[in-house]
């Protein structure tokens, strides 16, 4: 069964929807045996419906479900397992069940059918064989094409999203060096995007230490040893997600606040824009994991199997989206109206023009797909990681360059300083010169006729310049 499982749970999980890890499958099947165990041994022979023991089978734990004792020629029915019901994400497969599931075994055309329950006939000779088979019973033919077909399409993601990050991350550590490093950039307005590229490069950080942790191997042995430190690591994952979504808000509400107020001090406004920031994230992770631990505390959590503690996650990101798409609204209304009245003044108006072009553009490129996909049906779910992994990991190279690389200001101060180093490169290689032959009278004698022959040749050509 293990090579199986690995074919689906060798990809990579999302926050959302994610697949189980085997180390997950494998402590909802020995919590399964465990109870599986514990029921039969308090089954008695009356408990078949007869005072006396009847021919029959007894009860059975066949690593996948739990058989309850059955008199002889009775067709027991179980649901599909909870490790399967894990990877198909569909917990409702029993309720299209009907009894011409046993009509199919009948005749022969079960094999085929996906009933979402598995049955086995007790016979003289003991238990028949699982029909239809638990696979193709719950939705999981792991030799079907198209699963394969599936997991090469999340492996490419996987490979997109890597390439996404790790190239976001490089050019968001390069804008933000640049940011730091030139005082005269330093501005309320540049420290929020600092903050911005901050939130982005935690975000691909943690990504990369999630994979790390939850797909590093398919060694099961230490399943238990790490299961501390991955809720952490999972913990941590949803801060940074909730902390980028965050940040991308105050960027909204400063431009916003540029705009509709004419003094203000941004100071303090600085201050409360950090605690929004990276201090409300906070909370709502820690609610969500408090809530975890001791309403679903599964596996690593990395798969949300209920909703409404999800939605202490999702709630806070998807309102955050729903302000900043107002306060788009209503900036794109504030500029209008002063282009048409021309009550600001040229270079102030071209600042806000220039502002509001970046953070009108990340507003609905960054949070449109996240509403739309939080009340998207289980069969999206391969377009939701499309747009969340593939392209989300992008979204760190955009920022960078919108509020960075293509920023007038950072490329003046840029080009400034390379001016002034390469000028002091011209500067110093003169002295350089007459530092290699100062230890040599000669020396010094050849480099004072070749300073005299280059003075009398720049005295000559202006000459003939003049001349001319």
């Not at 990579?12 to 919590?31: I, N, T, Y």
């Not at 109870?35 to 089954?43: G, T, V």
């Not at 909370?283 to 001791?294: D, E, L």
């Not at 690593?300 to 999702?314: F, G, T, Y």
């Amino acid at each position: 069964m293990r090579p199986r499982l690995l074919l689906l749970l060798a990809c990579a999980a999302h926050a959302v929807g994610a697949l189980p890890r085997l180390c997950d499958v494998l402590q909802v099947l020995r919590e399964e045996r465990d109870q599986c165990l514990q029921e039969l041994s308090k089954e008695k022979p009356g408990d078949l419906g007869m005072e006396q023991p009847a021919p029959g089978c007894e009860g059975l734990w066949d690593n996948m479900s739990c058989w309850p004792s059955s008199v002889l020629g009775q067709t027991v029915e179980v649901g599909c397992p909870q490790f399967l019901r894990m990877l198909t994400g569909r917990n409702d497969l029993r309720s299209t069940l009907s009894r011409s599931a046993i009509d199919a075994q009948q005749t022969g055309t079960a094999g085929d059918q996906e009933t979402g329950s598995m049955f086995r006939n007790c016979t003289q000779d003991g238990w028949s064989e699982t029909f239809p088979r638990p696979d193709l019973a719950c939705g999981v033919n792991v030799n079907d094409s198209s699963n394969e077909k599936r997991h090469e399409y999340l492996m490419k993601l996987k490979v997109m999203y890597t390439v996404g990050y790790s190239s976001s991350l490089v050019m968001l550590l390069v804008a933000l060096s640049i940011l730091c490093a030139f005082r005269r950039l330093h501005c309320t307005r540049n420290y929020i995007h600092m903050h911005l590229f901050v939130s982005f490069i935690l975000r691909a950080l943690s990504n990369f230490i999630k994979d790390a942790v939850l797909f590093s191997s398919d060694d099961v042995a230490h399943c238990d040893a790490h299961r501390v430190g991955c809720k952490l690591v999972m913990a941590f994952f949803q801060y940074c997600i909730m902390a980028n979504y965050a940040w991308l808000l105050v960027e909204g509400l400063y431009l916003h606040t540029l705009l509709v107020i004419s003094f203000f001090s941004e100071r303090k406004c600085l201050q409360g824009f950090v605690a929004l920031g990276w201090g409300s994230p906070a909370i709502f992770v820690a609610s969500w994991a408090i809530s975890r631990h001791f309403l679903e505390d599964v596996g690593c959590w990395d798969v949300n199997a209920n909703e409404s503690i999800w939605w202490v996650i999702r709630g806070p990101v998807i309102l955050s989206i729903l302000i900043n798409f107002i306060l788009f609204i209503n900036i794109l209304r504030i500029l209008m109206r002063k282009l048409r009245t021309q009550e600001t003044r040229g270079k102030e108006m071209n600042h806000y023009k220039r502002l509001a072009k970046s953070t009108l553009l990340l507003i609905p490129l960054f949070g449109v797909h996240y509403i739309i996909f939080a009340f998207s049906p289980e069969d999206a779910m391969e377009v939701q990681l499309f747009f969340e992994l593939a392209l989300g990991s992008f979204q760190g190279l955009v920022v960078a360059v919108l509020y960075c690389f293509l920023n007038g200001e950072v490329q003046l101060e840029v080009q400034k300083k390379w001016q002034q180093w390469h000028l002091r490169e011209l500067l110093l290689r003169p002295v350089a010169l007459s530092t290699s032959f100062s230890n040599g009278t000669s020396g010094l004698t050849g480099f004072t006729h070749s300073t005299k022959a280059s003075t009398s040749e720049q005295s000559r050509a202006a000459y003939r310049a003049s001349v001319i």
